[in-house]
């Protein structure tokens, strides 16, 4: 039976690759501004990089500020060279900060010392940062809401909130250590560390997992502050007013970034099930009840910009399979937020493995055609690629560079058009542009046409000029053409591609009468 899910997985694989056809090249479908040639593709693709337990990154904690540095740009390097577009970047695993920050100590798992910041000094956070822009890829923070101290997090010492805060502050019986999410100052102290990156950094998004309530068996000892719910006059029973604690969280979350920096994106990525039997097949832990998670509620409501349902079992796991809890999300996207699924990257363990994440990608292309993406868990997937997942991923779905997809609900204002030069250059074709705003551009696309089709090339935010191969070009053509289309467009922060500006190159001199 096995075998035989695996052969028919391969076929739909063959299929979707064959339906794909250019896919990789550029979207079929014209630009509304521009429809002289078609758009580029436009996929999120991104990987979470995990800093609790030295999941990605640092690989152990104390490591020197240079041998951290390398080891980051490691990682940026391999995203850049597979095509991803995005980093999720865990900057808050347990109340601790990768960052300098006002509110939380440094990171045990940074530094090996909570408290102790980086030596020699420099902002792990800023460097992040600028590094991914430089290589095209957007950067999101990454903050645990409530997490107060993890059992790897070594000792609690004075600096841990744990220590400063025991009012908010509860155990756990597996070694955990817990904000309660009720307590008012709770709700202060990580509304204001999340708002503190936001306001100070140029990030990309903001991004929360799964963890609200703890994992267990929906007990919690929050005695105090039920109790002071229902001397006020609080009349929702126990479970719903633990939800409703989050659901405030969320909503003023969302609220405070769209008011302070609204092209920030806040993203969420939920248990993949809301609750068993929805849909009908669907069996399985349920964090509605466990967690206080009304993931369904936040979805309907638009309170994200982007979805990121953990859908990590495979498409043949009937009680939870990927497709089948894909497609319900898709019909609960009420507000149509981008829905961009996590992938168990992290578990692929053979090559069957390899297949059914490659399978799993081009099935969201399916069900969201328009703006699709994903984000693997966790990016160490493709640092000790030894199962050729990498390769396989590079020359299928990830053949071409993607932009993220524009977010119109948040901006829809175009850069203006760029200006360019080009000319033929010995076997080349040599593009220089420049552009009026350069501060409002993060990426360049050169669209080139010969009878053989259009071509898009995506570039980076300080590239300023491009040179490629006229027998690329032209390849796939009867006969060499006289001249190479151009259009060059310049694409902003928010994914907005301006008009194209346009012009030729000729690939023969004129001809002498």
């Not at 580029?40 to 800093?51: C, G, K, S």
């Not at 990454?142 to 744990?162: K, L």
């Not at 969320?250 to 920096?261: E, G, P, T």
């Not at 203006?416 to 000319?423: A, D, E, G, M, N």
Request: hydrophobic share 40%; charged share 20%.
């Amino acid at each position: 039976m096995f075998r035989s899910l695996h052969t028919i997985a391969a076929i739909l694989t063959a299929i979707a690759l064959s339906a794909a056809g250019c896919a990789g090249l550029y979207s079929s479908k014209p630009s509304d501004r521009d429809p002289a040639a078609p758009t580029a593709l436009r996929e999120f693709r991104a990987a979470w990089v995990a800093t609790v337990a030295n999941i990605d990154w640092p690989s152990r904690p104390g490591l020197s500020t240079n041998e951290q540095k390398a080891e980051a740009l490691a990682i940026l390097d391999t995203a850049r060279v597979l095509n991803l577009n995005a980093l999720i970047f865990q900057v808050r695993p347990q109340c601790d900060a990768f960052y300098p920050s006002p509110y939380e100590p440094w990171s045990l798992y940074l530094t090996g010392q909570q408290g102790e910041p980086p030596n020699p000094y420099y902002d792990p956070l800023d460097f992040w940062i600028q590094e991914a822009h430089n290589r095209g890829i957007e950067l999101h923070v990454w903050f645990n809401p409530y997490r107060a101290h993890h059992p790897a997090g070594g000792d609690i010492t004075e600096a841990s909130i744990v220590r400063k805060r025991p009012d908010l502050v509860r155990k756990l019986d597996n070694g955990y250590y817990w904000l309660d999410p009720a307590e008012p100052g709770t709700q202060e102290h990580s509304f204001a560390v999340v708002m503190d990156v936001v306001r100070r950094y140029d990030i990309d998004g903001v991004h929360f997992d799964d963890y609200f309530y703890p994992y267990g068996d929906g007990s919690f000892a929050d005695d105090r502050a039920w109790q002071a719910y229902r001397q006020s006059g609080g009349k929702l029973i126990r479970e719903n007013w633990r939800r409703d604690q989050v659901n405030r969280f969320i909503r003023r979350v969302y609220r405070a970034i769209k008011k302070d920096k609204p092209q920030v994106k806040f993203g969420l990525s939920p248990f993949g099930i809301w609750r068993p039997n929805h849909p009908a097949s669907i069996q399985g832990f349920d964090p509605y009840a466990v967690l206080y998670a009304d993931a369904r509620l936040w979805l309907n409501e638009g309170w994200i910009d982007y979805w990121t349902p953990q859908l990590y079992w495979p498409t043949s796991q009937i009680p939870q399979s990927y497709p089948v809890l894909l497609g319900w999300w898709v019909q609960e996207n009420k507000k149509q937020r981008h829905l961009w699924p996590g992938l168990f990257t992290s578990r692929v363990r053979d090559s069957l493995g390899v297949v059914e994440n490659f399978n799993q990608i081009m099935i969201e292309r399916g069900f969201v055609p328009d703006n699709p993406g994903h984000v693997h868990f966790s990016v160490k997937a493709f640092m000790r690629d030894s199962l050729g997942l990498n390769s396989t991923l590079k020359s299928g779905p990830y053949r071409q560079p993607a932009l993220v997809p524009s977010s119109p609900w948040l901006d829809d204002k175009p850069p203006q058009k760029p200006l360019f030069t080009s000319r033929i250059e010995n076997d080349s074709l040599l593009v220089a542009w420049s552009h009026p705003e350069p501060a409002d551009v993060f990426r360049w696309v050169v669209y080139t046409h010969t009878e053989s089709g259009w071509n898009a090339h995506i570039y980076n935010r300080h590239d300023r000029q491009c040179r490629l191969a006229l027998v690329d070009l032209i390849a796939g053509t009867e006969n060499k053409p006289a001249e190479i289309a151009i259009a060059v467009s310049a694409v902003d922060r928010m994914g907005n591609e301006s008009l194209r500006a346009h012009g030729t190159a000729a690939l023969s001199p004129p001809s002498v009468d």
